[in-house]
């Protein structure tokens, strides 16, 4: 699994997703707080479940970035850990796999 240009598009597709959606996150969170105490207690939860989603968008980055250097260096689709093949229908399903089904399930995850 060396060559997969298809793959490589749709994860730097989805790379680009999400950095927009960071940026857009961002303009969100530096919106000017209202004065209003009531008001302004709202928009603090508002703003962790934006650094919530900011996270989660953060994580899936860094784990496509790891993937496309996979992808690049030509190891994409082997298990990190016992160097078996992932396997088609995992990747499918997780692009961004490092481990096998069973390494995975014995990881807990
Ligand atoms: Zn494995």
Redesign the pocket.
Known sequence: MTDNPELQSQLEERLEFLERRIAGLEGDLRTTHSQDWEERASEISGDEVLEGLEGAALDEIAQIRAALKRIKGGEYGE?H??G?DIGAKRLAALPYAV??I??ASRAGS
Do not use: E, V
């Open positions: 298990c850990n016992c078996k481990l096998c069973d390494c």
